[in-house]
């Protein structure tokens, strides 16, 4: 399991270049060198640096403006980021997380969506904040479906479920506040040790660095982020429908310096109703199954119960062959 008190190692993860590819169009033999290092990389390490041109870097920078600007808001309006789903919604500090804040956008890649989230916090409307949440949620989500599918790709299993594994998710964006520590006494863990519970996650954050990634070996990986680059790690739920063959990373956010840390991470997410499942095809005697099918919301509600926050895996607990 993760642990929150290890020094960090000089090894990096990999960094994969899709700026020269046409997401919605690509030449086959740029898609196929790329998805063999996207495949190598998500076995190996669950994760890895995506270089992303078609998301300029004026859009990053707007981005990182609006989440200045929506977190400098008073808490009482923050707080009417509601929901009734597990971690969506405002989520404040903690005696345990005092560094950390986030908010959660549903749908943030359609109109409606932003809207909803925009109408919360502006009763009088924000329209340039709008427009950019909408067109930098719009293209991570073309990564997000490009990597995926190069993931069914390489298991072979494209002609019965790419549309399955396209269609089973939605998407939110939780953008995150780590302010810096006022004093020597406050914790610097911004985020503690922890796997995603969702299918994939594409992350954007400002210019102050501190996440770390844990390697298959258990040492810890400081990220450092470079330009154009997106952080992109598989979560529980693709570890899940993929029977084990990807690696899904603990990770931490360790806040060394005195400035202040925003992050933006777009997570696909299982819809309701629908079961986490192994296709038939990838499950054998070399690889036999290990979870039962599952609802995400409903293993979100188990997580959250106190059995749920005392096992090293939930997922394995709750749903584990």
């Known amino acids: ?5 290890q ?6 993860i990999p960094t994969i270049d899709f700026s020269d590819m046409d997401l919605k ?5 740029c898609w196929n060198m790329v998805k063999s290092q996207v495949w190598e990389a998500v076995q190996e390490y669950g994760c890895f640096q995506a270089t992303y041109g078609d998301l300029p870097q004026q859009l990053r920078q707007a981005m990182d403006a609006a989440m200045e600007e929506v977190f400098s808001l008073p808490v009482e309006a923050k707080r009417r980021n509601v929901s009734d789903k597990p971690l969506h919604g405002y989520i404040g500090s903690s005696p345990v997380m005092p560094l950390y ?8 890649e359609t109109d409606h969506g932003v809207q909803s989230f925009t109408n919360v916090m502006w009763p009088s409307g924000h329209a340039k904040f709008s427009e950019i949440v909408l067109s930098f949620s719009k293209k991570l989500s ?3 479906q490009a990597i995926r599918r190069m993931s069914v790709e390489s298991l072979g299993v494209e002609k019965k479920y790419m549309e399955e594994q396209l269609n089973s998710t939605c998407y939110q964006l939780r953008l995150t506040h780590y302010r ?14 922890h796997v995603d519970q969702n299918t994939l996650t594409i992350l954007h954050q400002n210019h102050v660095d501190g996440l770390d990634v844990q390697t298959r070996d258990g040492e810890w990986i400081s990220v450092k982020f ?6 992109v790690l598989v979560g529980e739920s693709f570890n899940a429908w993929t029977n084990g063959r990807l690696q899904c990373p603990y990770h931490r956010v360790m806040i060394r310096g005195h400035t202040a840390r925003l992050s933006a991470g777009l997570f696909a997410i299982p819809k309701q109703g629908y079961m986490v499942k192994a296709p038939q095809e990838l499950v054998d005697e070399e690889h036999p199954l290990l979870f039962k099918p599952y609802d995400y919301i409903d293993y979100l509600k188990l997580r959250s119960k106190e059995i749920g926050k005392s ?7 709750y749903f584990g062959v």
């Open 25 to 29: 169009a690509p030449a086959a033999s």
């Open 226 to 231: 470079a330009p154009q680059c997106f952080l």
């Open 7 to 12: 020094e960090t190692t000089s090894v990096r």
């Open 311 to 317: 096992v090293e895996s939930p997922l394995k607990a």
């Open 101 to 108: 804040e986030s908010l959660g956008i549903d749908d943030p």
């Open 142 to 144: 073309e990564l997000d």
């Open 180 to 193: 810096e520590p006022q004093t020597v006494q406050e914790k610097k863990i911004g985020l503690k040790a």
């Open 1 to 5: 399991m993760g642990s929150d008190h």
